[in-house]
T-cell receptor, first 114, second 113 residues
């Protein structure tokens, strides 16, 4: 079974600074990896996903993530954050042998200061 | 507008009183799923459905029932709610499976007293 860990519960970043959110997964084969964002009071929205191919994935809102098989990681990055990036971010992992299931991490809350 | 709708958005009930949270999508998606969100635990999958009349357990199915009699609807049923089911519930749908992009509803905040 797959699992995912987000080591950082809470991150505070200044507007204009760079942001990196960590995600580590556990799965025997190549996983399907996702980052979703939840703005306050909203449902979740997909930022980006990785299935195969190029390990650097571009997403919406200027985010990117890099899949590193050797480190079992899928970290999310943004070069310069905006106040509107304040939200909760969830990493998720799916598996080719279990098309219906999706495991989410506990989430990282991002606060953006002026 | 393509969307997933949930009703009600907020519900306060008492222990043991059966309730249903409805979920409907207008995107002709095959796959639908229910999650609960609790602080510090992220989202945990309750049940999912790959197609009409096909449902399967997620990670936390105890105390919940679902049915998928038509493609667009996927209600979540709590036959005898308990306080530990107080949570924020999300319904989601995607084209074919859990590994496709999932589109989430706005959430239902349930309080069981």
């Amino acid at each position: 079974a797959q699992s995912v860990t987000q080591p950082d519960i809470h991150i505070t970043v200044s507007e204009g600074a760079s942001l990196e959110l960590r995600c580590n997964y556990s799965y025997g084969a190549t996983p399907y990896l996702f980052w979703y964002v939840q703005s306050p009071g909203q449902g979740l929205q997909l930022l980006l996903k990785y299935f195969s191919g190029d390990t650097l994935v571009q997403g919406i809102k200027g985010f990117e993530a890099e899949f590193k098989r050797s480190q079992s990681s899928f970290n999310l990055r943004k070069p310069s954050v905006h106040w509107s990036d304040a939200a909760e971010y969830f990493c998720a992992v799916g598996a080719a042998d279990s098309w219906g299931k999706l495991q989410f991490g506990a989430g990282t809350q991002v606060v953006v200061t002026p | 507008e393509a969307q997933v709708t949930q009703n009600p958005r907020y519900l306060i009930t008492v222990t043991g009183k059966k309730l249903t949270v409805t979920c409907s999508q207008n995107m002709n998606h095959e796959y639908m799923s229910w999650y609960r969100q609790d602080p510090g635990l992220g989202l945990r999958q309750i049940y999912y459905s790959m197609n009409v009349e096909v449902t399967d357990k997620g990670d936390v199915p105890e105390g919940y029932k679902v049915s998928r009699k038509e493609k667009r609807n996927f209600p979540l049923i709590l036959e005898s709610p308990s306080p530990n089911q107080t949570s924020l519930y999300f319904c989601a749908s995607s084209l074919y499976s859990g590994t496709d992009t999932q589109y989430f509803g706005p959430g239902t905040r349930l309080t069981v007293l």
